[in-house]
């Protein structure tokens, strides 16, 4: 029997970068090139989520502005949900819209009720150029969606209106980590 290696065992963690950075406001790049520097920045990728103790890790989020993420998410359900995609594409997001709370690494120590759909399905590629198609409900679809918003430059207050986004910047502004 092959032996799966841990996720972000191999890889090192790396600066996180936070709101008001450039890099996060930005749509990212289509990944064109496979091979072991994109693996390697999957593993580095794994392991600054696990560090920072997230649910979900995109590229830009460390610098990098490639269309990739990382997650190892719950579902609603308490199913354990891990993985990656490279150049993912929201395909599907419908169900009920759910107002919960939503944090980000990017943005530590805050949160905010954000509407998201309770159903998602984001379809791209493995590291190695595979297709791969990820669903989710709950927790997770949540989740799916959060980082495909990171990827095309978006953040979960952009998500929000009224004195709730008011609110989270207000927090942001004032946070020790803030620029």
């Not at 032996?3 to 790049?29: E, N, Y």
């Not at 693996?39 to 997230?54: F, I, N, P, S, W």
Request: with cysteine; hydrophobic share 35%.
């Amino acid at each position: 029997m092959r032996r799966r290696s841990i996720p972000g065992a191999q890889g090192r963690v790396r600066p996180m970068r936070l709101l008001g950075d450039p890099v996060l406001h930005a749509p990212c790049a289509e990944v064109t090139e496979f091979g072991p520097d994109l693996a390697r920045l999957v593993e580095d990728m794994y392991a600054t989520m696990y560090a920072a103790r997230g649910v979900g890790l995109a590229a830009n989020q460390i610098g990098h502005d490639l269309r990739v993420f990382v997650y190892d998410c719950p579902d609603d359900e308490e199913r354990r949900h891990l993985g990656h995609v490279v150049n993912p594409r929201l395909v599907d997001a419908d169900g009920e819209v759910l107002h919960g709370p939503e944090g980000c690494l990017s943005l530590p120590g805050l949160e905010a009720r954000t509407p998201r759909f309770d159903r998602a399905v984001v379809a791209g590629v493995t590291v190695r150029g595979e297709p791969v198609r990820v669903c989710g409900t709950g927790f997770f679809a949540r989740c799916l969606q959060h980082e495909c918003d990171h990827l095309g430059g978006g953040l979960y207050p952009d998500r929000i209106t009224g004195w709730r986004r008011r609110r989270v910047l207000r927090a942001a502004a004032k946070a020790p980590w803030s620029t």
